[in-house]
């Protein structure tokens, strides 16, 4: 019976591996995007700091940065 039974729920075993494979890819892309945007974030303070953007620009840049990582968050922690 161990035989028949494998053979019945391979294709439910592979369906469920390509699944884990799925979400496991989905969430290393949400940390390297976070990744991504913390070193921007890095940047644009390095950037201010050396007054190549002025206070106006960095609050911009700086609000659509954080937005951006908040919602990858929301997105990471929503399962």
Sequence with gaps: MLIIDDII??????????????YNSVQQ??????????T???ELYMMLETGKITEAE???RE???LDRLDEIQER???K
């Design 9 to 22: 729920f391979s294709p439910i075993h592979s369906i469920l591996w390509i699944f884990r494979e799925l």
């Design 29 to 38: 892309e949400l940390v390297n995007e976070g990744d991504a945007i913390t």
């Design 40 to 42: 921007e974030l890095s």
């Design 58 to 60: 960095f609050d911009a």
């Design 63 to 65: 609000k659509e940065l």
């Design 76 to 78: 990471g922690t929503t």
